[in-house]
């Protein structure tokens, strides 16, 4: 293979048509481009990130934080899930403009990859202990099925590995340029209308590949969606396998590649083929190995796999994947079909099997160590023995025997679950916000839990189904582009022309998960903004006057 099959995007001509410019270096590893060409390129090529874990158990663990090398506190640590939290008492204002040290609290937020959203009750058990031992009892579902804690002093990390790892979870890649935690559908071998369940293809590839030190450095983060049923936001992922049966083949996997939300939204596009469930797993392979050689390092703002996307389009790029790395053709296949309604995890449902899950709504994902044990003993009384987390911060209870459920519903309401829920705790969602996360602008998780509360009692009368997702910053952590109502928090000028708390408006966008439904952006209007003060006022408008012009079926 020569290095001019593997071009870059092709050299556009100038305006006037003429004389065609040279493209412009993206630092793609395939191309030759091998030096690092910024500052966390620079961190990866010196040290793979993933050889700070013997640092901390050797070195930092022992020493504490102030020993911490700022190479590995502010890059690598990513690589095992560990993040500095924000200082509190840091306004929204000063985010931009403090440098990274001043930033920093000397505490950590550790996330929990959960592949799949997977937990039987011995893992449900050790991640409550986690929280309540270490974490002074904090512990979030955040939409990509994780379990996000906070207040992690460095010295307890090896013990909360070793508590985690003992029980088969880990940290490993929860964060940093890397495989992240691969969303399953977490209906996956129970949903009656599943016709494959794709977890062995998610166990394989975290068995294989996570952790393996060739794909530790990408460009940017990576993140897989698989599961048969569209429940998942699979358009929004760098790699999604959504289930789809072939007229002549049978069941498999239809491809979905270079989606992502953040500052340039873009939808992952279909390569039109047919990925059998024993070969997900090598596409996978293939799929990242392309993010990795070709990538753009050159700005970590145009680094995602979407832009690569763009630039190539889904023609080329399954092309480049059949002939350069799985070195066959893929099998072409048509799109998966869509449900007449969106899968629903939320309350009692029969699975396939004749017992029933029951899932619940926490508001906005903040759950604690707590309750997380005390679901554990529920559903063991329940005769259920596990527990899935969905990417819209939710929890469901599996396998419960049909005389079991209304007991059940009544024991998760008493620790705060509640499995009937309002639609405005159903579809609220929130990122971590200012409360810990160091790029936030405003507060999002009490907003949400304040917002929730009161349109409770202020639409009670009204039935309405609106999705709000409250982000707290431009990075859409909660998806602000594809919620009916998206927030993307920024400073506002309040009542007295000061800038305050609050957030842009999105309006109208939403995930294909239902017949009918197409995936689409939010409209983002100029003068669409509220502060954080005035939401529940602005929602509440928006809320009634949805439900006085809504056209029937709406
Ligand atoms: Fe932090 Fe912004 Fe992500 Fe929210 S959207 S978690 S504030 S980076």
Redesign the pocket.
Known sequence: MTVNSRSAAPARGNAAGATPRRARGEGQWALGHREPLNANERSKKDDNPLNVRARIENIYAHRGFASIDPADLRGRFRWYGLYTQRRPGIDGGRTAVLEPEELDDEYFMLRVRIDGGQLDLAQLRAVAHVSQAYSRDTADVTDRQNVQMHWIEIENVPAIWRELEAVGLSTTEACGDSPRVILGSPLAGVAAEEVLDATPVIDEINKRYIGDPSLSNLPRKFKSSIGWLPDLPYESNDISYVGVVHPEHGPGFDLWVGGGLSTNPMLAKRLGVWVPLEEAAEVWLGVISIFRDYGYRRLRSRARLKFLMADWGPERFREVLETEYLHRKLIDGPAPELPKRPHDHIGAHKQKDGLYYVGVAPIAGRVSGTTLASLADIAEAHGSGRVRTTPYQKLIVLDVPEDRVESLIEALRGIGLEARPSSWRRSTM?????E???????E?KAKAAQLVEELEKRLADIDVDISVNI????????R?QVGDIGL??QLVPGPNGEMVEGFQVHLGGGLALAEGQEAGFGRKLRGLKTTSEDLVDYVERLGRRYAGARQEGE
Do not use: Y
């Open positions: 929130a990122c971590t916000g200012i810990f996360c160091k790029l936030a602008i405003v999002t982000n707290g910053c431009p990075n859409a952590c909660a602000t993307k928090g």
